[in-house]
């Protein structure tokens, strides 16, 4: 995948303790570049901590450092929470990652 197509900045947010969900909150982290789409479906629960409904799909260099569970703000100031990433396109390639979101009301 072409990274010159990952035109826009995100800002990742991230709890101290990953494994803790509810009132602990979410602390500063990164930031990184990537593309988004807006996609539709539901999702289950994946890797056994966030279920939701797939509302767009972020497309990042593959060593993006993102899990499920972060938070993600777009350059609009519009939070997404990260349902699911995969490491490697849907070509099988490692060019790029795949992060699943829901964008939050």
Known sequence: MNTKWFSELFYVERKADSETWGSEAFASE??????MEPMGGALGTTRGKVSGNLTHKIYAASDTDI???????????????V???????????????????????
């Open 83 to 105: 349902l699911w990433t995969q490491s490697k396109g849907i070509t099988g390639r490692f060019d790029h990652m795949e992060i699943d979101v829901e964008q939050v009301a």
């Open 30 to 35: 990164t930031f990184f570049r990537g593309f």
């Open 67 to 81: 899990i499920a569970g972060d938070k993600v703000v777009n350059s609009s100031g519009v939070e997404f929470i």
